[in-house]
């Protein structure tokens, strides 16, 4: 149990519709990370928050936003969704120190868009 | 642009021998590298890092030996057990001001099946 939790497990949803993710870190962590695994595709980084402000962008969709709460728990929004946002994704929390990023993962939200 | 590649999709080793896992990458603003274990269903689990100032790292049956000039680095699993069937993925990271501190970039995974 790497002490990530994310909500829900399965999500199965139409075309057109908005779905949020949850996510809550590990105890002390302050960076939220969110990726996504489609078929046959490595982790793919979506969007970094720490300490409640976002800090990295990667290839996210302008559908797709997040948000840090200041409990620090997160959420991942996708709307309009299609067919190819069906994917795992995963969210991770890190310290975030200097001397070393070990990022540790929850077990994912399975999204299938029908 | 895939900065981070495993080249091996899948891997096949029988028990008690050694399994080597290879991962290459492009950027030289990679200070930091993990390697990540994935069963099915499951999120990634860490499993062992090095530094940009090291060549070797060891924990228990892991060792990740990274080559800077080449640009590679590699795990080792020595002894193979069937428990390590998984998926490891290569990540690598920066952490220098001005680079991408934080994010992690991954490969696309190796199937590993250790068989008895």
């Known amino acids: 149990d790497s002490g990530v939790t994310q909500t829900p497990k399965h999500l199965i949803t139409a075309t057109g519709q908005r779905v949020t993710l949850r996510c809550s870190p590990r105890?002390?962590?302050?960076?939220v990370y969110w990726y996504q695994q489609s078929l046959d595709q490595g982790l793919q980084f979506l969007i970094q928050?720490?300490?409640?402000?976002?800090?990295a962008k990667g290839n996210i969709l302008e559908r797709f936003s997040a948000q840090q709460f200041p409990d620090l728990h997160s959420e991942l929004n996708l709307s309009s969704l299609e067919l190819g946002d069906s994917a795992l994704y995963f969210c991770?929390?890190?310290?975030?120190?200097?001397?070393?990023?070990?990022?540790?993962f929850g077990p994912g939200t399975r999204l299938t868009v029908l | 642009d895939q900065q981070v590649k495993q080249n091996s999709p899948s891997l096949s080793v029988q028990e008690g021998r050694i399994s080597i896992l290879n991962c290459d990458y492009t950027n030289s603003m990679f200070d930091y590298f993990l390697w990540y274990k994935k069963y099915p269903a499951e999120g990634p689990t860490f499993l062992i890092s090095?530094?940009?100032?090291?060549d070797k790292n060891e924990d228990g049956r892991f060792t990740v030996f990274l080559n800077k000039s080449a640009k590679h680095l590699s795990l080792h699993i020595v002894p193979s057990q069937p428990g390590d069937s998984a998926v490891y993925f290569c990540?690598?990271?920066?952490?220098?001001?001005?680079?991408?501190?934080?994010?992690?970039?991954f490969g696309r995974g190796t199937q590993l099946t250790v068989w008895p």
């Open positions: 105890s002390g962590d302050l960076s």
């Open positions: 928050y720490y300490n409640g402000e976002e800090r």
């Open positions: 090095i530094s940009s100032i090291k």
């Open positions: 991770a929390s890190s310290v975030l120190r200097d001397t070393d990023n070990e990022q540790f």
């Open positions: 990540a690598a990271s920066g952490r220098k001001r001005g680079s991408t501190l934080g994010r992690l970039y």
